[in-house]
């Protein structure tokens, strides 16, 4: 390896604001009158071939701006739009826009060393007023090495092992950061093209926002933060006791580590690789490929990979990953993977994948894939399998299918709906609902229960009881050839409705109750005059609940509408009798022996032709 030799002949100081790089260094033409900063700030994003990163809370991105200048570079551009009070930064294919008043001075009061170790002492102070600056952050970002400044504004830094020429960056909230470089006596060795050093956007400030951040965070590391903002280095390795003591100091929270070890704990900027904690991980901003953590995890960031924590994992971020945990999984954005959390697992937003805890599962969003829990809850709408032991609850329209113990609630469904005891959708249900209770705004579908109520039933509904509020149900009253008096109730739908019968013979020695259920279609054969199929099947009761006696009935009757509520009907019947009574009690009569046009091989049965008339109110 070619080793170049530098010998110090002189300390070489100088200070400079970054604009001077490649992009901010393009000259452009503007000839703008009275658009919105946003406007002509998009517009150089479009000449210069790059991207702003900016706080729109502090940048005046609505105030009218009026330019007329030639060939001028873009740093001047933008010092004349935000009158010298920012500072710009180029990292990447960003250029950072950070506001900055005020202009800070280092002063040097003493570097001495060698390659093997190098102090350098000094003040940061005022450019203006010269009065020492508190909390200002000075760091060499290759070694990562960083100190802050005391009440006077005092500093004492150690750099070990130098490889190449030193570089100090001095930065502090609301002050245009500069960089001092030393000349020393190094040998420059493994010389990186492209320096580490890299900028992040967003609010990175989450994580010390939080309950756990704000108390595990150390106060320098949060001013760390402050002054540096997003600017990011990555180190092969971190080594960590404690937030407050590991292998980077301070400056640990602007490191992204491809392998982090934490006896304890740590605070990183992020994760492209593993990370291992005992008690705790906590990260700025991304985690990527693998990370545990015996009690939790919290980041602030993106999750890829496998996450895993003894008690909860809790992300700011998106998530595409394995994600486990024994008590709670949390994730402020969207979840693509696989989720398992023993009690809770919430994602504010979109979930394509599998849920599944033995407790409660929210989602924010959209589910597509599987959730599994005893109570799920989606905000908006599923595609997919939920299965919840107590229910599952949909505020939007499910498409897939709903297992509920107790009960499923959504606002529409298309899907299938099966539940111990109710179904229930608020508008249109077009799938099938399975349960004891079924309702429906605006039936399309099918309900299969004890009792099936909707609104609008343009569907079919089976079931013991079936109301059809702004639908299908009428009551009517008729005398047949074994029964006197009948009384039926008939609700669904014009396509198929349910009927629940009564019937009776009071007459001596022919006495009889029956009881039943059955099914209609009414068929218009002209505007007041219908054909109703139906068929039913009813309990005989001949004196006796020992005996198994059952009546099923084809009846073809024709209904002919009087008025708006009233109707008569009449029509044929066909009959097969089952009964296992042969014995007469008291005053009850035998019904096989009193009709009997057709015969089967079997003696149980017995059939015949009958009829039926009656009254319908409708």
Known sequence: MRTLKITVLFLFIFCFLVKAQSNLSRNISLNIERQKLSAVLA???????????????????????????????????????????????????????????LELVLLINESVGNPELYTITGQVVDKRTNKPIQDASIYERNLLVSEISDGNGYFSMRLKNITQPISLTVSKENYKSTVTHFLAEVNITNRKENPTERFISGNLDNVENTWLGNALVTAQQKIQSINIGGFISKAPFQFSLIPSLNSHGSLSGQVVNKFSLNVIGAYSAGVDGGEIGFVFNINKSNMQYFQFGGAFNLVGGDVRGMQIAGLFNYVIGDVRAAQIALAYNRVGKSFEGFQLGGIYNRVNEDVKGLQLSLGLNTIGGTLKGFQIGALNLVSKDTKGIQIGVGGNIVSGRTSGIQIGGIANVNKESSGINLAVLTNFTGQTASGLQIGAINYAKNLKGVQLGVLNVSDQNDGYSIGLINIALKGYHKFSFSTNESTTLNVAYKGGSKRLYNMLMFGTNKKSAEKIYTGGLGFGKEMKLFKSVSLNPEICSQYVYQGSWDYLNLLNKFELPINIRLNKWLA???????????????????????LQEKHKDFSFNNSRYTGWLGWNVGVVIL
């Open 568 to 590: 008569v009907q009449g029509g044929p019947s066909v009959n097969i009798y089952y009964t296992k009574q042969n014995t007469k009690m008291g005053e009850f009569g035998l």
């Open 43 to 101: 517009m150089i994003e479009q000449k210069g071939g790059f991207r702003f990163s900016y706080n729109s809370n502090i940048l005046p991105v609505d105030s009218l701006i009026s330019i007329h200048e030639d060939n001028l570079n873009i740093a001047e551009t933008l010092d004349k739009l935000l009158n010298h009070r920012f500072e710009y930064r180029q990292s990447g294919n960003f250029v950072i826009i950070r506001y900055a008043p």
